[in-house]
């Protein structure tokens, strides 16, 4: 089995980038049984309808090959982290296909402004996880806000994006 566990697929207001159909397509055509998409998205899946419309898509796309899950993204707000936690128990991949893999956090705000960049929130997610019982996944995107350089951004040389000059 051959597993993608760092899937970005876009659809919605990015659908020119990549789309879950294509992309689950793809994963098929590749040999990949399974697909973790990170839904740092436009809009983010950091509510429950969000990634209601990712399930769909992956629905739609008809490509039983490939198992999609997503990581639903928590943010600093420990009322949405308690959402989020929700979201998986009701929508886990053990419960269902299309699933719920985990919870994703940046700590950066590589894309779209998710990033929980304060070291004490960071904190507040984990304990707010800790408190409400998760025992799933927890993905971390570990970057340090102070070294994201956006006026660097160079896709030909993607490490510009987070060089210290």
């Not at 629905?59 to 959402?83: F, L, M, N, P």
């Not at 419960?95 to 950066?108: D, E, F, Q, S, W």
């Not at 019982?133 to 896709?155: M, R, S």
Request: charged share 30%.
């Amino acid at each position: 089995m051959v597993i993608d566990p760092h899937a970005h697929f876009r659809d919605f207001k990015e659908a020119r980038k990549q789309t879950v159909k294509k992309g689950l397509e793809e994963a098929r055509d590749s040999g990949v049984s399974a697909v973790y998409d990170m839904l740092n998205t436009d809009p983010p899946g950091t509510e429950e309808d969000i990634v209601l419309q990712r399930f769909k898509l992956a629905e739609d796309a008809k490509v039983k090959e490939v198992t999609y899950g997503v990581y639903v993204i928590a943010t600093k707000d420990k009322e949405q982290v308690k959402r989020a936690v929700g979201i998986y128990r009701r929508n886990n991949l053990h419960m269902r296909r299309p699933g719920v893999a985990g919870i994703k956090i940046y700590l950066g705000h590589s894309v779209n402004k998710l990033g929980v960049i304060i070291v004490e929130d960071q904190f507040g997610v984990f304990e707010t996880l800790s408190s409400e019982g998760y025992e799933g996944v927890v993905a971390v995107h570990p970057e340090k806000q102070d070294y994201i350089k956006d006026e660097l951004w160079n896709p030909l040389v993607p490490i510009l994006h987070s060089c210290v000059v």
